[in-house]
DNA sequence: CACTGATTTCACAAACTCGTGAAAGATGCG
DNA sequence: CGCATCTTTCACGAGTTTGTGAAATCAGTG
């Protein structure tokens, strides 16, 4: 029987990181940024310093530098000068996963740009081939509408629970 | 004014299936499959031999081999024998885009039971680090459950339109 | 206004991905 | 059965990506 202990298991939890990262990564995310995001979910601390994420992650200062850079402007990861202090504190934006799922969103917006242009050279409107890429737009803009919806019910499910 | 001209614009086809191919590997898909994908899509024919899909795309027959492998396991693409000949004809599934979205949907799942399996080895319950990594888990499976329903709709829509 | 300590930038090296050509393996046909 | 043709497998090379160490930059502090 497994207990719910309310110590910390360090080395199991170093684990988790590394596994979800590795998850992350074979999904296209870069591998160190996919890290960094992990080790600062599972620290009890409300944020990081580049720093102890470097200590705790065995990783240089260069590459701590550009995985936050990188979630910054993903909008995953704030930064927040320390007053009084030299070192900067990384943490996790509150709403990160709403973030990130809107984020794909204007991946939709292009992908339904670009079948939109090439419907007209496509011949005419019967054809085969115009009806797959049509199709294609309409089931693109359907998730993007939905996907929409979802959010909102999430965020309001979450600001109610 | 842009005419609806019933005939193709080969060039500007080609042009269409590179550029939306390089945004499907901007965001982590093969690209020499994500060309084939395309090319089957943009095709008149219902479907393409290795040959006809190596010449359209100028690649070898080895790089055609991969990419519909690969396609393949994915369901998104058929082989198709064609009696009395030695080649084999490649389509595209009829409901590509929902088997690509269903698969997606098993990311979802490995990504909950690796959050599950770490819950315990995060502290008391009330840690911060817990509340995050279980809050991940909570949106992982509001997304699985909704994403569900969502392709059953698109699936009803098309059946009746 | 230097000094100290943290962070960023840069050039390079290791690892990985991807597509090719060549060889081996199938499969229909005579 | 063996030829002709198509497909897959394999080893290699080009091109990227990714993280490191070192140097440069930046910001508090005395």
Redesign the interface.
């Known amino acids: 029987m497994?207990e719910?202990?309310?110590?910390?298991?360090e080395e199991?939890?170093r684990r988790?990181v590394e596994?979800?990262a590795m998850?992350f990564a074979e999904?296209?995310f870069p591998r160190m940024a996919a890290r960094v995001l992990f080790a600062l979910?599972?620290?009890?601390?409300?944020g990081l310093t580049a720093g102890e994420l470097g200590e705790r992650l065995d990783a240089s200062a260069a590459a701590i530098s550009g995985a936050v850079r990188y979630l910054g402007q993903l909008r995953l990861v704030v930064r927040e000068p320390v007053p009084g202090s030299r070192r900067d504190l990384y943490r996790?934006a509150d709403n990160a996963?709403y973030v990130s799922?809107s984020a794909e969103m204007g991946?939709y917006k292009?992908?339904i740009a670009?079948?939109e242009?090439?419907l007209?050279?496509?011949?005419?409107?019967r054809?085969?081939?115009r009806a797959?890429?049509a199709?294609?737009r309409d089931?693109l803009l359907?998730?993007q509408d939905?996907?929409a919806g979802?959010l909102e019910?999430?965020n309001a499910?979450?600001a109610a629970g």
Chains 1, 2 share one sequence.
């Not at 719910?4 to 298991?9: F, K, L, T, Y």
């Open positions: 497994t719910d202990s309310p110590v910390r298991d199991a939890v988790f596994q979800i998850q999904w296209g979910m599972t620290a009890d601390e409300p996790l996963w799922a991946l292009s992908l670009t079948s242009s090439v007209e050279a496509l011949g005419g409107p054809s085969p081939a797959r890429v199709e294609m089931f359907f998730l939905e996907m979802l019910k999430w499910t979450r």
